[in-house]
């Protein structure tokens, strides 16, 4: 049996193989990639030849192809078309990971070769500055008997993240919420009732309806569900998932303290944000403080509107239903009304990749010949103005019992100079399939939001791989995104994708007025329900030392001031994924953070004529080509001339 993974792959874009490559692939490929990996490493550490870059920093970052290659297959199929299959692997595979990582970073010999390099050529600096970052942050600095206390933190966190999102997937698949009669669906449309019914046939359960859960507290059925005692059903499911993972993740936090500990912080958030953009907990602590009141103050406002026209005290699953009243009643607005312009292949095609297309010359091929990991997957080539090709853009869009919830960007194969690997990526969304597919515009919204990282990923012009494209502080990352958000919205763009998927009218020009208006009502909300889950993650990385994870959570809030019964937090911590098992531990704030960096991009956009192909060339060039390997703060500067201001996000938000 040949293994796909033990070579490169000879598609296109190195594209990975996906027809080829089945279950027992992984296994024997992970051990044979690991193993060739260390022997690299070790060979590296013991050259008898003085270390220079090109013999110890280069020579790493050609090092362990295998083991990305299966890497970055398996990962990338755990998340979004698991099977039991992958999910024992996973298992058992991720704390290997996890050590084989640390005697990489805890190689006595390697590491003195690296302090031991010198480079005059600034790139090379800031690579070699990083590696030595790495090594200390996993750390290189300390005693026998401490590294092997981090090596076996190391190995139980991760089989503890495993764990957490294997549990949270099964938990929302069994907590979707079955309604036995039609008639409780009142409020929804006759496709999104079909659809519903639909989705149970294919559960097993002819004849009913299954109400699935998307990840986040807020189930978007709640907003047009008239029957209350199915909203509160629905809402309840959704709060009370991960049950079994509250023993999990006092375990996570507690480990991640002391592994700070080890390493000379006082908590998780101090060790993590000594590698950010924000630098310190306290530049974090003071940003947040500034929004929680004015934010809370709006949220209480919007409740009384609602409350004014529910004519009673509402709770949290009725929030969402008469927001949606008070924005028909004040704009004339019926959310329900407007999916049926927004149709997916529309929205992307005529409105994502015609806005690449507009700002930065791209064109987009869709090669049906090349197959993707699953049978939604469809596979594009990307080009630029001048046609040279830039990497292959995969789409998986759909939601399906598989796949974790959220929406994500992957990098399947990183672009660099080094090793001549052109960019490819794929984009993950969770939207329920139709015929056609129609969307609410947050997820269009979302669409817009991935494709901002999939750019970052497809116009990485760097060198070394580990400064591939995303390859940026997590504070820093969801910078881009956002960005490319703002032509979601924009009169052109929106002109040209927004169209009825029937009769091809475009969406009327008042009703776009309106819609744009509306998007301002509920920001009091949006802002709370999110600051609460950033202050959650907060607490649990800052203050946690012990004590069950709802008490905790329960006082983190109060303490906070964001304790509002009907706006609670984005997600609870027992499916707060982005914090146990993503990679957000004590980076939730990010989005914000990055939101100040974006909001003041969208004014230079406007203040330099908006949709060209001059600024989008200016902002390639500065900003998204540069992955890692310059500052990111320094970029921003270069880009912008001059340092952030936070005054265009509180406008925004409605915070000033
Ligand atoms: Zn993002």
Not at 158 to 186: I, K, M, P, Y
Request: proline share 5%.
């Amino acid at each position: 049996m040949t293994n796909p993974f033990l070579t490169p792959s000879a598609l296109p874009y190195r594209l990975p193989p996906f027809a080829e490559i089945r279950e027992e692939h992984y296994v024997p490929a992970f051990e044979r990639g690991m193993a060739e990996h260390l022997a690299e490493v070790d060979a590296i550490a013991s050259d008898p030849a003085p270390a220079t870059f090109a013999n110890t920093v280069e020579a790493l970052e050609r090092a362990g192809e295998t083991l990305q290659r299966v890497s970055i297959v398996f990962f990338n199929q755990a998340g979004s078309d698991t099977t039991p299959g992958i999910q024992e692997i996973q298992k058992e595979i991720t704390p290997k990971l996890a050590a084989h990582g640390d005697s990489i970073h805890l190689n006595a010999a390697l590491y003195a070769r690296l302090k031991a390099v010198r480079t005059d050529v600034p790139e090379e600096q800031w690579l070699l500055q990083r590696y030595l970052t790495d090594f200390v942050r996993a750390g290189a600095e300390l005693d026998e008997g401490q590294q092997a206390r981090l090596r076996a933190i190391n190995e139980e966190l991760s089989g503890l993240a495993t764990s957490f999102q294997q549990n949270l997937l099964a938990d929302t698949n069994e907590r979707a919420v079955a309604v036995d009669d039609a008639s409780a669906l009142d409020g929804l449309s006759a496709d999104e009732i079909a659809g519903l019914r639909e989705t149970a046939a294919q559960r097993g359960l002819d004849g009913k309806y299954l109400i699935t859960l998307v990840l986040p507290t807020g189930q978007p059925v709640l907003s047009s569900l008239t029957d209350r005692s199915l909203r509160e059903r629905v809402h309840r499911a959704s709060t009370g998932r991960g049950a079994a993972n509250a023993g999990l993740i006092t375990r996570i936090a507690r480990l991640r303290r002391e592994r700070a500990n080890l390493l000379g912080y006082r908590n998780h958030a101090e060790f993590v944000l000594a590698d950010q953009t924000a630098g310190t907990t306290g530049a974090v602590t003071e940003m947040l403080d500034k929004l929680v009141t004015p934010a809370v103050a709006n949220a209480r406002r919007e409740q009384e509107a609602l409350e004014e026209q529910a004519g009673f005290p509402i709770e949290a699953w009725d929030w969402a239903f008469y927001a949606e009243k008070v924005r028909q009643a004040r704009y004339d607005i019926d959310s329900a009304a407007m999916r049926p312009y927004f149709e997916l292949n529309r929205v992307l095609v005529d409105g994502v990749f015609h806005a690449a297309h507009r700002l930065y010359g791209l064109s987009f091929t869709e090669r049906p010949d090349l197959i993707g990991y699953h049978p939604d997957v469809r596979v594009w080539e990307v080009a630029n103005e001048d046609g040279s090709p830039l990497g292959l853009f995969l789409g998986d869009f759909h939601a399906r019992a598989s796949k974790r919830g959220g929406a994500w960007m992957n990098s399947l194969v990183h672009q660099s100079g080094l090793t001549g690997h052109r960019p490819v990526v794929v984009n993950n969304l969770n939207i329920v399939k139709g015929e056609p597919t129609l969307m609410t515009f947050d997820e269009v919204n979302t669409m817009f939001h991935e494709f901002g990282h999939a750019l970052h990923g497809l116009f990485s012009d760097v060198r070394f791989p580990r400064f591939s494209g995303t390859s940026v502080p997590r504070d820093f990352v969801e910078y881009p995104s956002q960005v490319n958000e703002m032509w979601a919205t924009h009169p052109e763009i929106l002109a040209n994708y927004a169209r009825h998927h029937e009769t091809g009218e475009p969406m009327p020009g008042e009703l776009v007025d309106r819609m744009l208006e509306a998007q301002k009502f509920n920001q009091g909300f949006a802002t709370v329900e999110y600051l609460a889950a950033t202050l959650l993650d907060w607490a649990w990385h800052t203050d946690y030392e012990g004590g069950d994870a709802e008490t905790f959570e329960v006082a983190a809030l109060r303490g906070a001031g964001l304790d509002l019964p009907a706006v609670p937090p984005r997600y609870r911590s027992t499916y707060f994924a982005h914090i146990w098992a993503s990679g957000y531990a004590a980076g939730y704030y990010s989005y914000i953070w990055s939101e100040v960096l974006d909001a003041d991009t969208v004014d230079w956009f406007t203040e330099n004529g908006g949709l060209t192909r001059e600024n989008g060339d200016v902002f390639r060039s500065r900003l998204l080509s540069k992955g890692g390997s310059a500052d990111p703060m320094e970029a921003f500067r270069a880009f912008r001339g001059r340092d952030p201001r936070i005054e265009p996000l509180l406008e925004r938000r409605g915070l000033l």
